[in-house]
């Protein structure tokens, strides 16, 4: 863990916001685990070891990594993708996100999502979170998170550079891409079961923040409440 204490939330301003989306705008948890759980029951995994893996990834990636005999992991996610858009109960926004967002000029903010893009509009419609202009989903990139590709292409596609994005994460895959990227992060820690060890700022949501736009940048205002 680095000595380096976190620059303050507030001590800059940014051309764009780049959010990750499960954990981060909405928790999707409880759904996600329960799709995941019956993929892992069924390939004879340890379902309790198995579930911290795989989130913040892409389900192919994830399937890949467990090199399961006789799966082909591009069917085996697509399996699991359409499961997981039929089951949204109990996705809801982490809280004080839906008010944050409102206060982000449309051009200025993405979500970057290691979920597929029909995953990720299920999702957010379930959270009542408008999705916003711009979405990287899963479909965007050859590489996912931690690979800093998502994250380098949602700034492309706004027009800024990297350095100058503030990425909004809660993983380590998802920090690591936004780090390798060039951007700075800050660490949603809402639903965190266990402490995070991390040298970004970490807040429990958004409750109790705003943001300052003008033409230099996005500031972020206020103390985050848990």
């Not at 990834?57 to 006789?70: E, W």
């Not at 039929?86 to 449309?106: N, S, Y």
């Not at 409750?207 to 848990?226: C, F, K, T």
């Amino acid at each position: 863990m680095s000595e380096v204490s976190p620059r303050p939330l507030g001590a800059r301003s940014y051309r764009a916001f780049l959010f990750d989306m499960d954990g981060t705008l909405i928790n999707s948890i409880a759904a996600a685990e329960r799709v995941w759980s019956r993929f892992a029951e069924r390939h004879g995994l340890d379902v309790q070891a198995f579930l911290p893996t795989m989130h913040g990834k892409r389900g192919v990636d994830t399937i890949s990594q467990l090199n399961l005999p006789g799966v082909d992991p591009v069917a085996e996610a697509a399996r699991i993708t359409q499961e997981e858009i039929d089951d949204t109960e109990g996705v809801v926004p982490i809280a004080g996100a839906i008010e944050f967002l409102k206060g982000l000029p449309a051009d200025r903010w993405a979500i970057v999502t290691s979920s597929p893009r029909a995953l990720a509009f299920a999702r957010l419609k379930a959270a009542g979170v408008t999705p916003p202009t711009l979405l990287v989903t899963a479909e965007d990139v050859t590489k996912g998170k931690p690979a800093p590709d998502c994250y380098r292409l949602g700034a492309e596609r706004l027009g800024v550079d990297p350095a100058d994005c503030l990425v909004f994460e809660d993983v380590p895959a998802g920090v690591l891409a936004g780090e390798s990227a060039g951007c700075d992060v800050v660490v949603i820690t809402a639903t965190h079961d266990h402490p995070f060890e991390t040298s970004h700022p970490a807040i429990p949501g958004y409750v109790g923040l705003s943001v300052e736009a003008d033409p230099e940048g996005l500031r972020i205002l206020g103390e985050a409440r848990g």
